[in-house]
């Protein structure tokens, strides 16, 4: 069962919470106990973040998978508690804070959290203040990360998979299906990296990565390719226009998240010294 506690907060047009121009972080809280839930919910809400409780495991990854939240706080004191967590360890196309909550206080269990890389752990009953100040620091951190992807590819069904495997990784995606409007889009939404589809009717990746590299600005910025071209020789061609790297398509999420991050910090970091 699905729960839904914000704290009064209006929708922008984006479906984000917003007020007075505020936006609210996003927080799951996961247990089995969904009057458990709603209490930490209603207890974290004062602290102004947008919070959705779950008591169902399938919900959740179907939660998550659709829009990631900014941290997970997970009650680990029930068998499908448990089974959260070790799907959460494997960190696959997620890389939000998850924070553990449970009433065992044993230096084997916070050894253990350790381990499975929880970013908190709670002892109930918890201090709502105290869990809403970890979370905030947790997100901040984690914000760091949040590289800006623009992703361009005509075919709706690629573009909205890249988006969601990008987006549950913690990344800013701007999706564009025209290419000839990269140019507006690069200078609107400053991207730290560009994926790409190799052929497109409008306008090809290589076309495309000729004219973004005519601007003396964009020279630098990082841009991928992806296809499902396995021909080296037009690979090798796609790369000598300037791109960064070759993807082949179907694509395995963990090493285009891997892909796309290592490029995206390089980029960043490079900025940084200019």
């Known amino acids: 069962m699905q729960n839904n506690f914000e704290n009064n907060a209006e929708t922008d047009s984006d479906g984000g919470a917003a007020t007075q121009g505020r936006y609210f972080d996003l927080v799951y809280i996961f247990s089995a106990d ?11 809400s004062v602290y102004n973040h947008e919070v959705l409780g779950f008591s169902d495991l399938d919900e959740l990854r179907s939660a998550i998978l659709v829009r990631a939240p900014a941290a997970l706080v997970l009650d680990v004191d029930s068998d499908s508690g448990k089974v959260v967590k070790e799907s959460m360890a494997l960190r696959v196309i997620t ?81 564009l299906m025209d290419p000839t409007q990269i140019l507006d889009a690069i200078k609107t939404f400053k991207p730290e990296l560009i994926l790409t589809d190799l052929y497109m009717p409008l306008c090809s990746g290589i076309e495309m990565a000729k004219v973004i590299r005519q601007n003396n600005h964009y020279l630098d910025i990082p841009i991928v390719f992806l296809s499902s071209e396995t021909e080296m020789q037009k690979q090798l061609g796609a790369l000598e226009t300037g791109a960064d ?30």
Do not use: C, W
């Open 34 to 44: 969904p009057q458990y839930a709603q209490d930490v919910a209603n207890a974290l």
């Open 95 to 175: 890389s939000f804070p998850v924070i553990y909550i449970s009433s065992n206080d044993q230096f084997e269990d916070r050894l253990l959290a350790v381990r499975e890389g929880a970013e908190g752990y709670f002892i109930k009953p918890i201090d709502p203040q105290a869990l809403s100040v970890r979370i905030d620091e947790k997100i901040a951190q984690n914000t760091v990360r949040s590289y800006r992807i623009l992703v361009v590819d005509d075919d709706e069904f690629f573009l909205s998979f890249f988006d969601a495997v990008l987006s549950s990784a913690g990344m800013h995606v701007k999706a």
């Open 245 to 274: 790297e070759f993807l082949t398509k179907p694509i395995d999420p963990e090493k285009l998240i891997s892909s796309i991050s290592i490029r995206a910090e390089r980029y960043r970091n490079l900025r940084k010294k200019i």
